[in-house]
Nanobody, 131 residues
Framework: EVHLVESGGGLVQAGKSLRLSCVVS????????????VGWFHQAPGKLTERVSC????????YYADSVKGRFTISSDGASNTVSLQMNDLKPEDTGVYFC????????????????????WGQGTQVSVSS
């Protein structure tokens, strides 16, 4: 099964930026990066985990939660099997642990997959935004 590793979290002031990265590896034989959708999920303190964005690696289609539209940008690099989340104009409510997760493999990737289909998760990276 695929393995995901996040990096790039940290402590920043409100209005600043961070870039998170997620490297996807250990694809089963016959599967590639393009057979998956990769999402970024946010777990704020004391709250349920929310999907903030996801990308369909095959064609680059992107999706965003309303709370991050216009501030966050997700991208993927097939050469390095990396999905990045550029987070601009950060707000204190963006504080929490960010996880990347993969849905798939699919032969035809849903646009987008349901949250429950993201079954492979990274360990998470902490983002803290001070006011």
């Amino acid at each position: 099964e695929v393995h995901l590793v996040e990096s790039g979290g940290g402590l920043v002031q409100a209005g600043k930026s961070l870039r998170l990265s997620c490297v996807v590896s250990r694809f089963p034989l016959g599967d590639t990066f393009d057979h998956y959708a990769v999402g970024w999920f946010h777990q704020a303190p004391g709250k349920l985990t929310e999907r903030v964005s996801c990308i369909i690696s095959e064609d680059g289609t992107t999706y965003y939660a309303d709370s991050v539209k216009g501030r966050f940008t997700i991208s993927s690099d097939g050469a390095s099997n990396t999905v990045s989340l550029q987070m601009n104009d950060l707000k204190p409510e963006d504080t929490g642990v960010y996880f990347c997760a993969a849905a798939g493999p699919y032969r035809v990737v849903p646009h987008p997959p349901h949250d429950g289909e993201f079954r492979r998760w990274g360990q998470g990276t902490q983002v803290s935004v001070s006011s």
